[in-house]
T-cell receptor
Framework: NAGVTQTPKFRILKIGQSMTLQCTQD?????MYWYRQDPGMGLKLIYYSVGAGITDKGEVPNGYNVSRSTTEDFPLRLELAAPSQTSVYFC????????????FGPGTRLLVL | AQTVTQSQPEMSVQEAETVTLSCTYD???????LFWYKQPPSRQMILVIRQEAYKQQNATENRFSVNFQKAAKSFSLKISDSQLGDTAMYFCAFMKWNRGAGSYQLTFGKGTKLSVIP
């Protein structure tokens, strides 16, 4: 199993550009999550999904959108990128939400200039 | 709101020695979960150890163990026989059911940077 994979590893965006961060898991997990990690801080939840076709907002959803058309994929869309979105983005998945371990991807570093 | 506090921004330990990282949290819940994650320079978040609040016995994973004091809301991580590969950021995390969101949510502390010195 590859676990949770994310692409790209690093990206530079100009203000106002859009992009999609890709996340794929091969563990047949129902639950998937997107976090952002700002310098010197812990992770904050952006969006999560409890299964294909079902998504919901986390703590910091503004400026982002997600979709979940399959169990495996959970892309994160940034529309009109802003400098405040400069961060490291982590995708995670778990079999269930009830205290189950979340498996994290390697992260995508995004720089908005 | 739940808060997780890691009071030690940076720590260092000699190789083969023991080090303890501290974590406190604030909650009014009785059922929850606690985690320690390791983030090496590769940036990937790796689960180190997990503790269910309803279990009195402290969790142990090889060289890693926790001291869970539920009444004091304390969850420290002890690393024995420290190895160079233990050098990383360590994050304490708290998970509970969020009624407003209708889901479990994971809250992270700000992390402790651990350096293992040869």
């Amino acid at each position: 199993n590859a676990g949770v994979t994310q692409t790209p590893k690093f990206r530079i965006l100009k203000i106002g550009q859009s992009m999609t961060l890709q996340c794929t898991q091969d563990m047949n997990h129902n639950y998937m999550y997107w976090y952002r990690q700002d310098p010197g801080m812990g992770l904050k939840l952006i969006y999560y999904s409890v299964g294909a076709g079902i998504t919901d907002k986390g703590e910091v959803p503004n400026g982002y959108n997600v979709s979940r058309s399959t169990t495996e994929d959970f892309p994160l869309r940034l529309e009109l990128a802003a400098p405040s979105q400069t961060s490291v983005y982590f995708c995670a998945s778990s079999y269930s939400p009830s205290g189950e371990t979340q498996y994290f991807g390697p992260g995508t570093r995004l720089l908005v200039l | 709101a739940q808060t997780v506090t890691q009071s030690q921004p940076e720590m260092s330990v000699q190789e083969a020695e023991t080090v303890t990282l501290s974590c406190t949290y604030d909650t009014s819940e009785s059922n929850y979960y606690l985690f320690w994650y390791k983030q090496p320079p590769s940036r990937q978040m790796i689960l180190v150890i997990r503790q269910e609040a309803y279990k009195q016995q402290n969790a142990t994973e090889n060289r890693f163990s926790v001291n869970f004091q539920k009444a004091a809301k304390s969850f420290s991580l002890k690393i024995s026989d420290s190895q160079l590969g233990d050098t990383a950021m360590y994050f304490c995390a708290f998970m509970k059911w969020n009624r407003g969101a209708g889901s479990y949510q994971l809250t992270f502390g700000k992390g402790t940077k651990l350096s293992v010195i040869p």
